[in-house]
Every structure is written in structure tokens, then in C-alpha cells.
């Protein structure tokens, strides 16, 4: 989530989740029951059940602490495939960051990469030596992108039409294609003709699915209300079973500005007073007014166009393999702070897809597709995702999960609470969601779904908002800082059941502290814990692996610099951590991805020198472009720190850990 200024923030419609607190703890027993599931990294088949456990991590773990540059695990090479600048199509000039511009930028590798996925050429080989990169950018940094200007305050000075449009062509998208060498290093492949940069400025777009042509989703630019300029906030995502990209549109409310509120002082947003989409906005935070970009286009300005913001917050499908093809926004899968889209084949042949919505308080979303894969053609698939059923998650004192339809007519989603459509559910999911009892959580994010056992984990970041007076059963630690991540279990391997049950991996924080109340393995080393987990992985046998994001509070939470976590998720060693890579002062870690072999492994770090860096000893102050507390990953004064990519293999080749 981007550490941005947010004047009004989100309003929660939830009502204080109901007392199931203190019902339970450490629940087992429900592996190995009989599965069938397929995951996108092995296409149209269907993994076979198993009970084993899953094999030891084998690398020596490398500490807490923060410094300048990454580390990795001794005897592994991290070595940076791609930065900020660099050229993704082949009109690409060179990244010249002192002459920036917005033509430049929509070639070029864009900024704050967060997903990446990894899709094997040709597409269904499993190839794990050349393949392409689908890879988000999330959002800006104004003060770390451009010389000579600080972070906008709340007037927006220095703010200039051309930063509005490099900032605009830095979000999105880019596939890249790459290749392993005999060396065993990955390299770009020059001049692919699949290398294609999508952005919030300049990709057309449609809209499909329930909402898509609704009179809420039409502007004075598209009177149809199913086509649309750009994608924005793209966290986090997934790779589908056909091989499509899905893009998650997360934290798109600060994109939006509104000049009645710029003038404005006051508690209420005053721009939502008389807006016809009032109650919808308030919930998402619109506007959010992190950008300057309702200043140069009005489509950005909720006063001027009332709907444009109905037509961000979706699941983006993407195909990799057509560079000419035009974005989808899949409307089925709700619309809210998307963090990512996890997809995989139930085994019925129906496809799952699981989002999280990160925001304080929001909700766990599941969607059924109403059809079966066609494993015999790419094409047939491309409507799957506009037919289906949304459910929103209630975690159970008891154990249990039960997934809530938001199903248009059910219950309370009827015109008597201004639903009149699916359309109207899809575009207000969070308040569908509200009204049937979902379960409010602490941000949740990453999912990796475990094919082999019929599970699938969840992380949940941290939440400093929940009081003592809001615990629930999932949620035991008020202003948690932490974190902790839920392992939630299919019965029979089918992801489509109506009710789960689910159970604590790991409370995340400091083992050697009582007061922070972690649960982690009890021969956990003294640095063997960390903390904010958010996007999450399982790999070819089983073993997961967690990304952590604290933010700017990490000098609260661990006091070390975000990494990339190794995590025993079977007895014996269930709740074992070990640090994999650790991530430069300021950053994050996001991904991760592996190759199907498992012998490659690709890692986002964004925003280098950002987080915290008041809070890093020598430093002491706020990173600028001029004055950054890291310039990884060149170190050469005349650049700013750049979010890259960095690919990870073991030395003399092997499995990854
Ligand atoms: Fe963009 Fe929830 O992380
Ligand atoms: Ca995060
Ligand atoms: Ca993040
Ligand atoms: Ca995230």
C-alpha cells in the first residue's frame, strides 16, 4: 500500500464484528484429504493428492538488519534484471531521469513494480528458460522520481501537466520477455515482439461482466460505459490457467481529485455533499487526492465526471501472448481495493479466483466461474471470468468459514437497499459484503494456494486501527502491528464449498517478547520471525514463501528491512521462518515468482529509500531524489534510487532453497 497522503480516508459501513473472541487456538487435522486442483504453473493438470510433508529449506538464513544493498543467501547469485527507466519496447530511448518525459516513460519500464508473473514460452511448455514477465506498477514517488521537487503538499505545488503524464505512463504494466543463458543469469530479450508497456494514461480498455454498459459506468468520453482509458494502482495479480495476466486496480481512489475539496477544510469530504455517487465514494476513499492529475484531465475529477471512478477498482485480465490485445476489466470479481487475484482449476473444472481487499477492515472475496475450463482452446476461456458467483468470506469462532453470495435478489441485496442490478453489487461490493456479515479484517493481501494439500494461506499485514473493543477470533491483537498469516482449508480439495475451515500458520512479530503475543515454532532462531507479511507464494513442493511489507513502521515492527521469508508450513517444523533476501533501506519486497523447475526466482524491490528512512541510523531524514538514503541499485550519484527487478538462482545451478 502505498505510504501516501490521505486527507478523508475510507469510511468502513461494517458494523463492530461480534463477540467470537477467545474461542480458539491451534486447530489441526485437515490435511490430506483427496484433491484436485490445478495451478497456473501446471496447466491443465490436475495435481495428485498427497499426504507427505514437504522437504527442509536448505539454505543458511541470512539475519535481520538494514543497509544500502540486498542480500541473499550465501551460495545464491541476485543479480538485477530490470529498473526503473529501462527499455521495454523497442522505441525506447535511454533513461535520462534530469529530462524525463511522459512519451519516453510509455516505453520504458515503469515504476513501484509489485506483481510479477512468470508465463513459459511457448506458452503450455513449462519451459523454465525463456518465457515473459507480466509485471504491475504500482504507484509514484514524486519526491524520489523527479529533480528538483519534493512530496506534493497539499496545494500540489510544482505539480506540471508533463509530471501528471510521466506519472501516469509509470502505472500500469509491463511484459518483458526473458531469457536464461548458459551462464545460468536471465537477460532481456531485445526487441521481443511481445514486449508491450500498458499504462493509466494511454491502453484502452474494456469493461465486462454484470456492471459493464451501466448507467453508472458511463462518462461524457464513453457513452457506452464499457470502454475505458488506462488502469491504475496495479498491486498486486495472478496468472491465470489459460495464461492471462490478471492486474489488481488496489489503492485507484488517489488517483481521483476534486477541486470542491481542495478548497475545502473539513471533517466530511465536502466534494461528496451532493455527488450523486456519495455513499459509494465515502466507502472507497474517493477521492484520494495523492496525485495532481484532476488538474490537467477531467476525467480524474470526481466534480467534472461524476462516474470515472465506477470504472476503476477491478480485476484487469490481460493476454501476454497478443501484444495488440485490448485489457479486459472483469466486473464479476467485484469492485474494491484490489490486492491481487489468485486463480486455480476446482475440481469440477470450474476456476477460483480469491481477492483481497486491503484496506483496515475490509474483506476476503472468493469467485466461481458458472462455467468450465475448455483445456482444449485459449479462446474459449476468455469469457470465463464474466460469469460466476462473488462471495465474501465470515470466519467462524468454531473454525469455520462460510462463503456469502453477493448474488443479486439473496437476502438483504435488494432495491430497498439500493441494489437494483448485480451491477450494483459489483460496483459497491464493500457494502454488499456489509450487509451480509463478512468478516472485517486486519489488510488482508497475499494468497498462495496450495494445490497439493487443498489449501490455500492468506496474509494479513497488520492493522493499528483495530481497537481492544473490535477482537474477534481471527484478530486477537489489538493494534497489531504484526501481522499474521491464515491457512484456510477446502474440504476435499473443492475451492467451490460453501464452508471452509481455518486456522492461525503464524502470529507474526517478535517470539522474545510477551507483550507482542507472536506464535511461531518454538525452536524459532532469535532472528527466525518477521513481520507484516503481504505477498505470499507456494513453490513446486509445497513450501511457502512470504514477502513482507512493514512500511514505514519498521522500525517498530522488526527493526530490520523488509525480505523475502522461507516458512515451514507442516509438523514438525510448521511456524519455522528463515530469511531468504533482504531488501535494501526503504523498500519492500513484492512478487515472489518462481520458474516451474524452481530453480529461478524472481523478486520485485520497490521503492528503495522510501520507508522509514527518518528511522535509519545515519540517515535520519526524508529520501529525495537528491538526497536518498539508498541509490540502490547503481550507486551512481547522477541516478535516483530505482524499484527493479532482481532475478535469483543458485550458484552451480538447483532448486531454489
Ligand atoms: Fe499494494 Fe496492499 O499492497
Ligand atoms: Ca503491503
Ligand atoms: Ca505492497
Ligand atoms: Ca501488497
Known amino acids: 500500500m502505498p505510504a501516501m497522503k490521505v486527507r478523508f480516508g475510507q469510511v468502513n459501513g461494517a458494523a463492530a464484528f461480534g463477540d467470537i473472541a477467545s474461542a480458539r487456538l491451534t486447530r489441526r487435522g485437515f490435511l490430506g484429504a483427496g484433491l484436485a ?89 513449462g519451459n523454465s528458460r525463456h518465457g515473459l514477465l507480466c509485471v504491475n506498477h504500482e504507484y509514484c514517488i514524486e519526491e524520489l522520481m523527479f529533480p528538483g521537487l519534493g512530496a506534493y503538499d497539499d496545494d500540489f505545488s510544482g505539480a506540471t501537466r508533463e509530471i501528471a503524464g510521466i506519472e501516469m505512463a509509470a502505472i500500469g504494466g509491463s511484459i518483458i520477455e526473458v531469457a536464461r543463458g548458459s551462464g545460468g543469469g536471465w537477460t532481456i530479450v531485445p526487441a ?14 474494456r469493461l465486462a461482466g454484470p456492471a459493464a454498459g451501466h448507467a453508472r459506468l458511463k462518462t461524457s468520453a464513453d457513452a457506452s460505459g464499457k470502454q475505458v482509458i488506462g488502469t491504475a494502482a496495479n498491486c498486486s495479480g495472478g496468472m491465470t490457467p489459460w495464461g492471462t495476466w490478471l492486474s489488481a486496480e488496489e489503492h485507484f481512489n488517489h488517483c481521483f481529485g476534486s477541486d470542491i475539496a481542495d478548497d475545502a477544510e473539513a471533517e ?9 455517487e456519495r455513499r459509494n465514494y465515502r466507502r472507497l476513499g474517493i477521492p484520494g487526492r495523492s496525485y495532481a492529475w484532476s488538474r490537467f484531465a477531467r476525467r480524474w475529477n470526481i466534480d467534472l465526471e461524476a462516474n470515472e471512478a465506477n470504472r476503476f477498482g477491478w480485476i484487469v485480465e490481460i493476454d501476454p501472448l497478443d501484444p495488440k490485445s485490448i485489457p479486459v476489466k472483469r466486473t464479476a470479481l467485484g469492485r474494491f481495493n484490489h490486492e491481487g487475484a489468485s486463480s486455480a482449476v476446482n475440481g469440477d473444472g470450474r476456476v477460483i479466483v480469491y481477492s483481497a481487499d486491503d484496506y483496515y477492515f475490509e474483506y476476503f472475496y472468493r469467485f466461481v466461474s458458472a462455467r468450465a475450463i475448455d483445456p482444449a482452446s485459449r479462446a474459449a476461456n476468455s469469457d470465463l471470468l464474466d460469469d460466476g458467483t462473488l462471495a465474501a468470506a465470515r470466519f467462524d469462532a468454531d473454525g469455520g468459514l462460510v462463503w456469502l453470495p453477493l448474488v443479486f435478489g439473496d437476502g438483504p441485496l435488494v432495491p430497498d437497499n439500493g441494489f437494483h442490478s448485480q451491477a450494483d453489487i459489483a460496483i459497491e461490493t464493500r457494502r454488499a459484503a456489509d450487509l451480509l456479515g463478512a468478516t472485517p479484517m486486519d489488510r488482508p493481501e497475499g494468497v498462495a494456494i496450495d494445490a497439493k494439500q487443498g489449501r490455500l494461506f492468506l496474509a494479513l499485514t497488520k492493522n493499528k486501527r483495530r481497537g481492544a473493543d473490535r477482537l474477534d477470533a481471527v484478530h486477537r491483537r489489538a493494534h497489531d502491528r504484526w501481522g499474521q498469516i491464515v491457512e484456510l482449508t477446502a474440504p476435499g480439495g473443492d475451492h467451490a464449498a460453501r464452508r471452509f475451515t481455518w486456522d492461525i500458520l503464524v502470529a507474526c512479530g517478535d517470539p522474545a517478547d510477551p507483550a507482542v503475543a507472536a506464535r511461531w515454532h518454538p525452536d524459532s532462531a532469535p532472528d527466525g520471525w518477521f513481520a507484516c507479511p503481504d505477498n505470499l507464494a507456494v513453490d513446486g513442493a509445497g513450501r511457502l514463501w512470504v514477502a513482507t511489507d512493514q512500511g514505514g513502521g519498521w522500525a517498530k515492527s522488526s527493526g530490520s528491512a523488509d525480505g523475502l521469508w522461507a ?42 529509500a522510501k520507508d522509514g528512512a527518518r528511522d535509519y541510523a545515519g540517515f535520519g531524514r526524508k529520501s529525495r531524489f537528491e538526497d536518498a538514503a539508498t541509490r540502490w541499485p547503481d550507486f551512481d550519484p547522477a541516478l535516483p534510487p530505482r524499484p527493479s527487478i532482481v532475478a535469483i538462482t543458485r550458484q552451480g545451478g538447483g532448486r531454489i532453497g
Open 567 to 608: 516458512l515451514h508450513t507442516e509438523a514438525p517444523r510448521r511456524g519455522l521462518a528463515a530469511m531468504f533476501f533482504r531488501a535494501p533501506v526503504g523498500a519492500e519486497v513484492a512478487g515472489p515468482c518462481f520458474t516451474p523447475d524452481g530453480e529461478s526466482l524472481f523478486l520485485n524491490v520497490q521503492h528503495p
Open 192 to 205: 521481443s515482439r511481445l514486449a508491450r508497456r500498458i499504462t493509466a494514461g494511454g491502453t484502452m480498455m
Open 268 to 276: 466530511i469530504d465536502p466534494a461528496l455533499v451532493n455527488h450523486p
Open 37 to 125: 486442483l490445478a495451478t497456473a504453473a501446471a496447466p491443465w493438470h490436475t495435481a495428485a493428492a498427497t499426504a507427505a510433508g514437504t522437504p527442509a529449506f536448505d539454505f543458511e538464513p541470512i539475519g535481520h538488519g538494514i543497509d544500502e544493498r540486498h542480500h541473499v543467501a550465501p551460495g545464491y547469485d541476485a543479480r538485477v534484471l530490470m529498473r526503473w527507466g529501462d527499455g521495454v519496447t523497442a522505441a525506447a530511448p535511454p533513461f535520462d531521469p534530469e529530462r524525463q518525459s511522459a512519451a519516453a516513460q510509455a516505453t520504458q519500464f515503469g515504476y513501484n513494480n509489485d506483481f510479477i508473473g512468470y508465463l513459459a514460452l511457448p506458452w503450455g511448455s
